[in-house]
């Protein structure tokens, strides 16, 4: 059993920066591909970004393309998610989640594993 705890968030103005972090334990956090959702008021949940098992491979939201950044450090357990050019529209709960599959996937169902989110505000 994998746990995930995700911080980091807080209100930020349009325009600024914030980086989440997300700590694994209770399993081989190099054994999975670790991504990064989000979901908004009255919305469904989105993918944002996730990286492979090593971190060489990244895909990203073309919404965040740019602006965001996922890196890994598998000696600390921790991915994280490095968030510039803030915007409002990226207000939501943000969910670190681990894959234990074969391929890298932009599909939450894939995920076996998921935090309990951390608020991410961008005021206007």
């Known amino acids: 059993q994998v746990q995930l705890v995700e911080s980091g968030g807080g209100l930020v103005q349009a325009g600024g920066s914030l980086r989440l972090s997300c700590i694994a334990s209770?399993?081989?956090?190099?054994?999975?591909?670790m991504g990064w959702f989000r979901r908004a008021p009255g919305k469904e949940r989105e993918f944002v970004a996730v990286?492979?098992?090593?971190?060489?491979?990244?895909y990203y939201a073309n919404s965040v393309k740019g602006r965001f950044t996922i890196s890994r450090d598998n000696a600390k357990n921790t991915v994280y998610l490095q968030m510039n050019s803030l915007k409002p529209e990226d207000t939501a709960v943000y969910y670190c989640?681990?894959?234990?599959?074969?391929?890298?996937?932009?599909?939450?169902?894939?995920?076996?594993?998921w935090g309990q989110g951390t608020q991410v505000t961008v005021s206007s």
């Open positions: 209770g399993g081989t956090f190099s054994s999975y591909h």
């Open positions: 990286t492979s098992r090593d971190g060489g491979i990244k």
């Open positions: 989640a681990a894959d234990y599959s074969i391929l890298l996937a932009t599909a939450g169902g894939s995920y076996d594993y």
